[in-house]
Nanobody, 121 residues
Framework: QVQLVESGGGLVQSGGSLRLTCALS????????MGWYRQAPGTERELVAR???????NFADFVKGRFTISRDNGKNTVYLQMNSLKPEDTAVYYC???????????????WGQGTLVTVSS
């Protein structure tokens, strides 16, 4: 089964930085776009950043200038570098990816289990 493995969450003080890592594994596939979403208690899940297979990026307004998304196609991995973190960034961060297994025409959308980021004031 194709799955996403996330890491990098934790507790950080306001103004600090964290880097989230997400790797897609589970077999041969063609990897398309990947992204990060987050959900805080009592809120809807929202887009944080997304990156296409060609390297084009999209960011939510609330992270522009603070977060950077990048990918390593050789490792099937996406990163989210989070700088200047604020308490309101506290949330569970979920990795998302779209992939097509080799010899398949089906596009799979895969979600990670989520990693908790807590920013203290």
């Amino acid at each position: 089964q194709v799955q996403l493995v996330e890491s990098g969450g934790g507790l950080v003080q306001s103004g600090g930085s964290l880097r989230l890592t997400c790797a897609l594994s589970g077999g041969p596939f063609s990897l398309f776009d990947m992204g990060w979403y987050r959900q805080a208690p009592g809120t809807e899940r929202e887009l944080v950043a997304r990156i296409t297979s060609g390297g084009n990026t999209n960011f939510a307004d609330f992270v522009k200038g603070r977060f950077t998304i990048s990918r390593d196609n050789g490792k099937n991995t996406v990163y989210l570098q989070m700088n200047s973190l604020k308490p309101e960034d506290t949330a569970v961060y979920y990795c998302n990816a779209r992939a097509v297994p080799i010899m398949s025409d089906n596009i799979l959308e895969v979600w990670g289990q989520g990693t908790l980021v807590t920013v203290s004031s």
